[in-house]
């Protein structure tokens, strides 16, 4: 069965840094894209980044909103997926969801974790 | 960036009902046209992918057709864990990006 449990929300003043961990099971990590979501309270849904697999280059890409300020990463002998953010901001309050990309679908998402930005 | 505009934003309907909802690209992404439905506390769950292959586990009741810039999805005989908030997104290129929503209540 394929899991993804995302971890390291909570409350955070702003311009302080956090890092959300995304870990998964039930699949060949390795082989897959992943990617991160959030949605912001009464908001929709906002794609925020993500990382290819190896095969492709593990490279990354950004949404406008974030890029220079989040970073996704990967292990893959853990089968965990990163989001590293810095310089928060109370806009960066949501709920943040890992999901795993499947050929141009994003067919597994974790339950998602809270990061509420506030002083 | 592709701009996704869904329509409507909201939806009555009664159990059993058929509804559709509606999404345009603002340029073509050919069949690169997701839908998942959203229910309040949950994450998202992906129902139709390439703008009309259902995913797996994905009932029957629930169908997506469209291609270029002009999409839909179709719900036959609602039922009650329907109601809920629509989203159709796309995937031709980034960034990713996701219409505003169709949020379908009880009438």
């Known amino acids: 069965e394929v899991q993804l449990v995302e971890s390291g929300g909570g409350l955070v003043k702003p311009g302080r840094s956090l890092r959300l961990s995304c870990t998964t099971s039930?699949?060949?990590?390795?082989?897959?894209?992943m990617s991160w979501f959030r949605q912001a309270p009464g908001k929709g849904l906002e794609w925020v980044g993500f990382?290819?697999?190896?095969?492709?280059?593990?490279?990354?890409e950004y949404a406008a909103s974030v890029k220079g300020k989040f970073t996704i990463s990967r292990d893959d002998s853990k089968s965990i997926a990163y989001l590293q953010m810095n310089s928060l901001k109370t806009e960066d309050t949501a709920v943040y969801y890992c999901t795993r990309y499947s050929g141009w679908q994003f067919d597994y998402w974790g339950q998602g974790t809270l990061v509420t930005v506030s002083s | 960036d592709i701009q996704m505009t869904q329509s409507p934003s909201s939806l009555s309907a009664s159990v059993g009902d058929r509804v559709t909802i509606t999404c345009r690209a603002s340029q073509s992404i050919s069949r690169y046209l997701n839908w998942y439905r959203k229910k309040a506390g949950e994450a998202p769950n992906l129902l139709i992918y390439n703008a009309s292959i259902l995913q797996s586990g994905v009932p029957s009741r629930f169908s997506g057709s469209g291609s270029g810039t002009d999409f839909t999805l179709t719900i036959i005989s609602l039922q009650p864990e329907d109601f809920a908030t629509y989203y159709c997104q796309q995937s031709h290129s980034v960034p990713i990006t996701f219409g505003q929503g169709t949020r379908l209540e009880i009438k």
């Open positions: 039930g699949f060949t990590f390795g082989d897959y894209a």
């Open positions: 990382v290819r697999s190896k095969t492709y280059g593990g490279t990354t």
